[in-house]
C-alpha cells in the first residue's frame, strides 16, 4: 500500500460481544487496505471479551485496546473512540458486524477521486444471529442530501467513512433515539452530500437484543432524532410517516425473501 495514502481510525465499541466480536477484528485486520490503526473500547463487559481484544492487540500493534473504567453505553463509547483517533478519517464498525475484505480500500478511492467528500457510507448484506444471509441487499444511492435522508436512514453506522473534523464536535444525546442518525444529519446540515458506494461492504448482524429489533421503540427513537435536528412537530409527523413506510418495506423485504 502506497504510505501516501490517507490512514483511517476504525472505532469500535465492544460489550458482552465475545461470541462474535473476532469476526469483526478479523475482519479489518484482512483489509486490502492496510493504512489504519484499530481502536477497541471495552464497555466493562463480563464475559471475556477484553481478553480476546487483548490476544489479538499482542499479533498486530494497529490495534489499540481501550477499557472504560464503569460500563457508560455506546454513545459515549463511540465519542471515546473518536477522540482518541489518531487519523483524519474515521471509521465504524460494531463488534457483532463485518467488512467485506475491499470496504476500506474502495472508500479511500472514492474519497481521492471526490476530494469534497467528508461522508461516504456503502450498501449493505444481512445475517441472522447465527450468520445466515438474508437474500435482500440495501441499496444506497450514489449521493444524498439532507432532506433526503430524513425519510430513510440508509446510512448504516458499520459502512461509515467520515472525516474526524465533521464528527468530533457533534454533542450526540444518549438513551433512546438513533445517535448515528443524529450524527449523518448534523454533519448534512454543512455537507451538501454524503457518497454512497452501492455495495453490500457491509455485513449486518440482525439481532433480536438490537435497539431498533422493537419496531415501536424503533419509531419513537426515530422521533427523538428529529427533534433532536431540530425539526418542529409537524415535520417530525410528516418524516415519521416515511420513516415508517419505508422501514417497514424493508423489514418485510428481508424477511420475506430469506
Keep these: 500500500m502506497n504510505q501516501d495514502c490517507p490512514f483511517v481510525s ?13 469476526q469483526a477484528i478479523e475482519s479489518v485486520l484482512n483489509q486490502t487496505y492496510v493504512n489504519f490503526e484499530l481502536i ?5 463487559s463480563t464475559d471475556n471479551t477484553y481478553d480476546i481484544i487483548k490476544k489479538y492487540s499482542e499479533n498486530d500493534n494497529r490495534i489499540e485496546v481501550v477499557k472504560n ?17 489518531k487519523y483524519d ?17 474502495k472508500q479511500i478511492k472514492l474519497a481521492q477521486k471526490i476530494p469534497e467528500a467528508s ?53 450526540i444525546p444518549g ?18 452530500y454524503a457518497y454512497g458506494i452501492n455495495e453490500p461492504l457491509l455485513i449486518y448482524r440482525l439481532s433480536s437484543n ?15 432524532v428529529y427533534k433532536a435536528v431540530g425539526l418542529n412537530v409537524l415535520e417530525c409527523n410528516y418524516y415519521s410517516l416515511f420513516y415508517i413506510l419505508k422501514n417497514t418495506l424493508k423489514y418485510l423485504r428481508i424477511y420475506i425473501q430469506s
Aim: proline residues 1%; charged residues 25%.
Design 10 to 22: 476504525v472505532v469500535m465499541p465492544a460489550y458482552n460481544a465475545s461470541k462474535y466480536i473476532g
Design 40 to 44: 477497541v473500547i471495552d464497555d466493562c
Design 69 to 85: 473504567k464503569i460500563n457508560s453505553g455506546v454513545t459515549f463509547t463511540r465519542n471515546l473512540g473518536i477522540s482518541l483517533a
Design 89 to 105: 478519517w474515521i471509521a465504524f464498525l460494531d463488534s457483532d458486524d463485518i467488512w467485506v475484505k475491499d470496504k476500506l480500500e
Design 119 to 171: 461522508l461516504i457510507f456503502t450498501g449493505t448484506s444481512f445475517i441472522n444471529s447465527e450468520g445466515k444471509f438474508y437474500s435482500y441487499i440495501l441499496k444506497v444511492p450514489d449521493k444524498i442530501t439532507y432532506k433526503e435522508l430524513l425519510k430513510q436512514n440508509v446510512i448504516s453506522c458499520s459502512s461509515v467513512l467520515v472525516r474526524k473534523k465533521c464528527i468530533e464536535n457533534i454533542k
Design 175 to 192: 438513551g433512546d433515539i438513533h445517535e448515528d442518525f443524529v450524527a449523518w444529519l448534523t454533519i448534512l446540515k454543512n455537507e451538501k
Design 210 to 224: 438490537s435497539k431498533s429489533s422493537n419496531k415501536l421503540k424503533a419509531i419513537k427513537m426515530n422521533y427523538r
